[in-house]
DNA sequence: AATTGTTGTTGCACTGCACGCAACGAAGGA
DNA sequence: TCCTTCGTTGCGTGCAGTGCAACAACAATT
């Protein structure tokens, strides 16, 4: 462990709230601001920070640089993106491509609605596993022990009327989007809005990641989201064809 | 300048280029690999940089978020993202918005052509500045003589018959570019690739960013590009509205 | 099954570098 | 003009980061 870094990488996420002078940084990490200097023209160097007027610094622009190559390598997002598209124009709602990775649920991708009304959410965003139609998909996927360990370890904030709040609950909603191959996120995460998620599958019938559909309810109610669930379906299956899924032996929906 | 910190750096960027392996990272680094294995730990419990596998590093999704938490928060990007939508909408071709950040011009979005063959680009990429419209748009709004600093300093590349080669050409090149009130890349920057560039402008006139149009000339020639010219305008126009352009004083195009 | 090679991990001793300090400089307001 | 509020710099000190070497885990080869 890195002290200096490990400094330098809190300066990146303080940054990430906003832009930031260096005595507000120096606050916050609790050390002499000669410190932050040192540690900001190292990541000014590097373009990871840049400066904006006179004594403010903000992020800068290598982290996009990073994250798009980072994103790019991703298999998933590159075969799944033209039907995330598609069924975002059909539908006109906001569609979401979540990855399980390193315990964590994240958005690798977005379309926007076309609506005045959107959900708010952006790529990088941390999911919450148990309240939201990826989250359970993704969790859901996972083996038995893990998927218990998970149940077990996380935290469940009551969000909204519906939210499941124990583990027990939670583990038998999971089961059941096993058996469905779909999942429902009914005004659990937020009051006002649905949501419908469904798997994106490998070649062998793995978990890749997880699509879905959100759609505020003064626009749909939950029985007309449902009704998009062909939609949803169908797209996630055409995705998973170019994933390399064939749907044989295992019976999937 | 912290050494560790920088060697953490160039370790993102390397990992950039893909997952690597403990020791690949210690080559590059020209370090002990446990110096290497003390950072890369640090990075992990930050999330910059996962696992894969026992023996791969790769980024992590701290950096997704960070980045579009950061694209976030810049207005412009915002504020013109409907119009940008909407230009590739109408035309089917791919669209870009590029932003002047501290010497470079870097793409902060882009909404990919309907058609196969496509423009590579990459939001968070730099665009080279004497041969791409969004780069002529960017450097030619600036102030004289930061222009002609620049025009001087940076170098060349012939990437094309048709690419500018000396500072003389590029200074006249950006004058004809304010005096239109748009740019034309017409294959300077890739073979069978043309482009038209138009500035989003703010309240006082000033120069946001610039909005672009990439067509393979296999499916539109220079003429037929030029033909879309006034959409560009239209939506760079309606994007600077949305900024608080008002169209008075000074006689812009 | 034993051997060899490769790669990740740990404990330790040393020293170089990152730290805090204090003084300075620049910018802006009263 | 003074005063405050920042960013910046040089310097001495101590500890944090380093390289080393031994170990562990695993795969490939014999």
């Known amino acids: 462990m890195s002290q200096s870094l490990d400094r330098a990488l809190v300066i990146l996420r303080e940054l990430g709230e906003g832009p930031r002078t260096l005595d507000d940084l120096a606050a916050k990490l609790d050390v002499h601001k000669s410190t932050v200097l040192r540690l900001l023209r190292t990541l000014e160097k590097h373009r990871f920070v840049q400066r904006e007027g006179a004594r403010h610094h903000r992020l800068g622009t290598a982290l996009f640089d990073l994250s798009f190559r980072a994103l790019e390598e991703r298999d998933v997002r590159r075969a799944v993106e033209p039907h995330l598209r598609e069924l975002n124009a059909r539908t006109g709602h906001t569609v979401h491509l979540a990855s399980y990775e390193a315990g964590e649920v994240i958005y690798i991708d977005k379309y926007d609605s076309r609506h005045q009304v959107r959900m708010y959410s952006r790529i990088g965003k941390q999911a919450a596993l148990h309240c939201t139609a990826v989250g359970k ?3 859901g ?8 360990a ?14 499941i709040t124990d583990a ?5 909603e999971l089961e059941q989007v096993r058996q469905c191959g779909y999942a429902v996120d009914r005004r659990e995460h937020e009051d006002f809005i649905h949501c419908i998620g469904a798997p994106v599958r490998g070649p062998r019938g ?6 879905s559909l959100s759609v ?8 007309g989201l449902l009704g998009l669930l062909p939609e949803l379906l169908g797209a ?18």
Do not use: H
Not at 141 to 148: G, I, Q, S
Not at 168 to 172: G, I, R, S
């Open 137 to 139: 998909i993704l969790v």
């Open 141 to 148: 996927a996972l083996p038995e022990p893990e998927r218990r």
């Open 150 to 163: 998970i149940a077990r370890s996380i935290p469940y904030p009551k969000l909204t009327v519906n939210t």
């Open 168 to 172: 027990d609950a939670y583990l038998a």
């Open 206 to 211: 793995e978990v890749l990641a997880a699509m």
């Open 216 to 223: 505020p309810e003064m626009l749909l109610d939950f029985e």
């Open 236 to 253: 996630a299956r055409a995705a998973s064809a170019d994933c390399g899924w064939r749907p044989d032996a295992q019976g999937n929906t």
